[in-house]
Each structure stands twice: as C-alpha cells, then as structure tokens.
C-alpha cells in the first residue's frame, strides 16, 4: 500500500458518500396521520454534537491526506460520535436500492481506511514512522 493508494481511498469514500447522499433525498419514517410532517428542530445538545462531528470529520480528514499521527485516532472518535448522534435522533431514512449500495460501499471503505493505519505495518509506518 503506497501513500497515493491510501489518498485515494479516503477520496473515494468522501466521493461515494457524497453520491449516495445525492441520489435522493431522505425523508423520515413518518405515519400519515403524524400532525408535525416537518422534520422537528434539533435540540442544542445536539447542534453543539454536530459541528464537532464536522469539525472533526474535516480535520481527520485533512489529517488523513497529509498522514499525521493524531488522524487515525481523530477518525474514531468523530466515527463513534457520529453513530451517538444518529442512534440519539431516532434517524430512519428511506433510500432507493443505489443509493443503498453507494451508502454500504462508502461505510465499507470508510471501515478500511479506519482500520488500515492499525492493522497494516506499510500504513502503520506512513502514520507513526519508526525513529531511525
């Protein structure tokens, strides 16, 4: 695994996530005789949550593409913050079947290249290189 190859990893997840998002719009499960058929406002607890998961989403970003050692680290955190706030707001979205699959094939790269810099010695030694 070369530090290009890596790169294009962390692209391509960003692109595929991106894509799958785009397909359609999600919509909330929502009975038809729910009176508030708008989405209802988040509370501050959850505003706060969600500028850091973007913050932290573009810094381990950032991190990623230019391999500094706080990155991996930073991606876990932002990752396990991310499933907080979805699991905390209830959020079921209905999709079409591609953009399913984009969303799966996003979450899966996501996966590998969080798990990369832990299990493979080649990345490991990209993120933290052995002093000489």
């Keep these: 695994m070369t530090k290009n190859r890596y790169r294009l990893l962390v692209i391509a997840t960003v692109l595929l996530l991106v894509l799958s998002i785009r397909m359609d719009f999600r ?11 708008y989405p209802m406002a988040l509370e501050g607890e959850m505003v706060v949550l969600l500028c ?6 573009t810094a381990g970003f950032y991190g990623c593409m230019r391999f500094r050692s706080w990155a991996p680290a930073l991606n876990l955190v932002t990752t396990a913050c991310g499933l907080l706030f979805i699991v905390g ?13 984009l969303d799966f ?7 590998l290249t969080l798990m990369l810099p832990y299990f493979n010695d080649k990345v490991r030694k990209m993120f933290w290189p052995e002093p000489d």
């Design 89 to 101: 707001n209830n959020w079921l979205s209905v999709e079409s079947s591609w953009a399913q699959v």
């Design 105 to 111: 094939l996003a979450n899966a790269l996501g996966g």
């Design 52 to 57: 850091l998961i973007l913050l932290g989403w």
């Design 27 to 37: 919509t909330e499960l929502l009975s038809s005789q729910h009176p508030l058929r």
